[in-house]
């Protein structure tokens, strides 16, 4: 009797959406590789320039989902450092992350949130 009550028990739970567990995001198809502590860093820090306000925040928000959408993690993370690197000032350090590949890395940032700027602001 066990036997027949489990494959039963768990066709239910597959029929039933919101009893079946939740597929992962890449199940889903979705991206969202970015860690919430990255997320979050990036609203503070738009909000910021943006005037701290709740409507800010929204479109922070919205500005981070949009950059993620196009931008796996990896890639903006190499180029938030490059660009960190850059700002170190003039020194050989600085000139090592202004070759080809860096400023290509740069560039794929821009260019995520020039349309996370079209989209969200």
Request: net charge negative; with cysteine.
């Amino acid at each position: 009797m066990r036997l027949l009550i489990l494959p039963v028990l768990l066709a239910l739970l597959a029929a039933a959406p919101g009893l079946a567990p939740a597929a992962s995001a890449a199940e889903r198809g979705a991206v969202n590789d970015y860690p919430t502590a990255a997320r979050a860093d990036y609203v503070f820090a738009c909000m910021t320039v943006n005037g701290g306000t709740q409507e800010a925040l929204g479109r922070c928000s919205c500005a981070v989902d949009v950059i993620a959408s196009i931008l796996p993690y990896h890639d903006y993370e190499e180029a938030e450092t490059v660009l960190r690197m850059r700002n170190l000032g003039g020194g050989y350090l600085a000139q090592t992350f202004r070759v080809q590949e860096s400023n290509q890395m740069v560039e794929r940032l821009q260019e995520a949130q020039a349309e996370a700027d079209v989209r969200c602001f």
